[in-house]
């Protein structure tokens, strides 16, 4: 399976997906790290997957968004960013509607608390 086509099955099989340097346990740098951690805080359900486990994987998603960084967040198969968007998205309340129209759960409580912290 080509990277290209491992990406593709990524992100078809799961609502949520973040293409990042370590594991949503385990970040390994610090916009990752900042991405897994709201979507953790929400308590949004996503797939990990660690790019630093796989050189063709980290050059491959790259590609395939047409993104030259990492972390990627896609939701429903669709490429939404990576750290300064997910986090502008996070703090005007956009990730909530998308998440909400995309039928994605997550806990709105945390993401008010997330952007009154940060008001």
Not at 36 to 49: E, I, Q, R, S
Not at 69 to 96: A, H, N, R
Not at 113 to 118: D, F, L, S, T, Y
């Amino acid at each position: 399976m080509t990277a290209h086509d491992q990406i593709q099955s990524t992100i078809t099989d799961n609502d949520v997906v973040l293409f990042m340097k370590g594991t949503k346990t385990m970040p390994q740098c610090g916009f990752s790290s900042r991405v897994a951690g709201v979507l953790n805080y929400m308590g949004v359900d996503f797939a990990d997957v660690n790019v630093l486990a796989d050189d063709a994987l980290r050059q491959g998603i790259k590609d395939f968004s047409e993104w030259p960084t990492i972390p990627q967040l896609y939701v429903k198969g669709e490429f939404i960013g990576g750290c300064d968007i997910v986090t502008e998205m996070t703090l005007s309340g956009e990730l909530d509607k998308l998440l909400e129209d995309s039928g994605v759960g997550f806990d709105k409580e945390a993401a008010d608390k997330i952007r009154e912290a940060n008001g």
